[in-house]
C-alpha cells in the first residue's frame, strides 16, 4: 500500500471512530440518567447536564482561543439547531423518566433509521438496500438484548405508551439536529457548533426546568450526593461536551449510514456495562444479540453511497 492510500484510508477511518467513540460514551445515558431522576427530575437534569456541558466546552475553546462563532454562522440556522437539540433532550430524559433505562436505550434505536431519512431528504444521500438489511439484523440484536433484561411488561399503560412515543420523538429530533448542525460545523468546527447550539438551547430548557421545579420541588439533598454529582459528571463531560464533539466531528465527514451503524454500538456498550459494572450475566442472549448487532453494523456500513 502506498503512502498516499495509507493515509486516505486513515483520514476515511477517523470519522468512523469519532462517531463509534461517541455512541460508546452514551452507552450508559439512559441506565445512568434513569437511576439519578429520583434525586433530580427529567428537565431540571437536561439544563443541568447541558450548561455544564457548555461550560466545559466554552473553557477548551477559551483555552485555544477560539470565539463561539456566532458572528460565523447563520443566526436563523443556529436557533433552529439549538431548538430541536433542546426538544431531543427535554424527550428523551422526559420519555426515559416515564418507562425504564433498558427501554429507553432500545426504544432510540429508532435514530439510525431517522438518521438514514433524513439524509436522503436533507443531504441527498441514497441509501443502499444493504444498509435496510443491516437495520433489520441490528433491531434483532436490540430486540434480544432487550428481552434478556425484561421482567415485566405492561404495553397497555398510558404513561409507559407516552413515555416509547416521546422517546421515538427523542430519536427523530436527534437525527434531523444531526443534518441541520452539519453546516453548522463546516463553518465553525464541531467543539464550536456544539458549543453555540447547546448554549442557546438552555434559553429553550431553563423554562421547562423552571416550571417542573415550581410544580413538582427539588432536594437539593438529594441532587448533591456522590452518586448523583457522579453521575452529573458523567452527563455533563462524558455524554455531552466529549460526546457531542465526537459525533459531530464524525458526521460531518462521513456519509449518514455510517452514523446509523455507530448508533447500535449504544444497546451493546449498555448490555456489557451491565455485566461488567452490574454483576449481570453475560448468558446466550447477550452473545446472540451482540452478535446480529455487529452484522448488522458491518452491513449497514459497508460499500460506498452516492449522491
Given at each position: ?121 436533507l443531504d441527498g444521500v441514497s441509501i443502499p438496500s444493504r444498509a435496510w438489511g443491516g437495520i433489520a439484523l441490528a433491531l434483532a440484536g436490540v430486540l ?131 455485566v461488567g459494572l452490574l454483576g449481570e450475566a453475560a448468558d446466550a442472549g447477550l452473545v446472540a444479540g451482540a452478535l446480529l448487532l455487529l452484522g448488522g ?11
Amino acid at each position: 500500500m502506498s503512502e498516499g492510500s495509507a493515509a486516505h484510508t486513515r483520514g476515511s477511518r477517523a470519522p468512523a471512530a469519532s462517531l463509534a467513540a461517541a455512541a460508546s460514551l452514551w452507552g450508559g445515558l439512559y441506565v445512568i440518567s434513569a437511576a439519578t431522576f429520583e434525586a433530580i427530575p427529567p428537565a431540571t437534569l437536561t439544563l443541568i447536564r447541558l450548561a455544564l456541558g457548555v461550560a466545559v466546552l466554552l473553557a477548551f475553546g477559551r483555552l485555544r482561543g477560539a470565539s463561539t462563532g456566532w458572528a460565523e454562522v447563520p443566526h436563523r440556522a443556529a436557533w433552529i439547531a439549538a431548538l430541536v437539540a433542546a426538544t431531543s433532550m427535554l424527550l428523551q430524559f422526559g420519555g426515559t423518566a416515564l418507562t425504564s433505562g433498558v427501554e429507553g436505550s432500545v426504544v432510540t434505536m429508532a435514530t439510525p433509521i431517522f438518521v438514514l431519512l433524513f439524509g436522503r431528504a436533507l443531504d441527498g444521500v441514497s441509501i443502499p438496500s444493504r444498509a435496510w438489511g443491516g437495520i433489520a439484523l441490528a433491531l434483532a440484536g436490540v430486540l434480544l438484548l432487550a428481552l434478556r433484561g425484561s421482567t415485566e411488561l405492561s404495553p397497555t399503560d398510558p404513561s409507559r405508551i407516552l413515555g416509547m412515543l416521546a422517546l421515538i420523538g427523542a430519536g427523530a429530533s436527534w437525527a434531523l439536529y444531526s443534518s441541520l448542525g452539519r453546516p453548522l460545523v463546516a463553518a465553525i468546527g464541531a467543539s464550536r457548533a456544539i458549543g453555540l447550539t447547546a448554549a442557546l438551547a438552555l434559553v429553550f430548557i431553563a423554562p421547562v426546568a423552571l416550571i417542573e421545579a415550581i410544580v413538582g420541588g427539588f432536594d437539593l439533598a438529594a441532587a448533591t450526593t456522590p452518586a448523583a454529582l457522579g453521575a452529573i459528571a458523567y452527563l455533563a463531560v462524558g455524554a455531552t461536551a466529549i460526546g457531542w464533539s465526537l459525533w459531530y466531528r464524525g458526521y460531518a465527514a462521513a456519509p449518514p449510514r455510517v452514523a446509523a451503524a455507530a448508533l447500535f454500538l449504544q444497546p451493546l456498550v449498555a448490555a456489557l456495562l451491565g455485566v461488567g459494572l452490574l454483576g449481570e450475566a453475560a448468558d446466550a442472549g447477550l452473545v446472540a444479540g451482540a452478535l446480529l448487532l455487529l452484522g448488522g453494523v458491518g452491513l449497514i456500513a459497508r460499500g460506498e453511497v452516492s449522491r
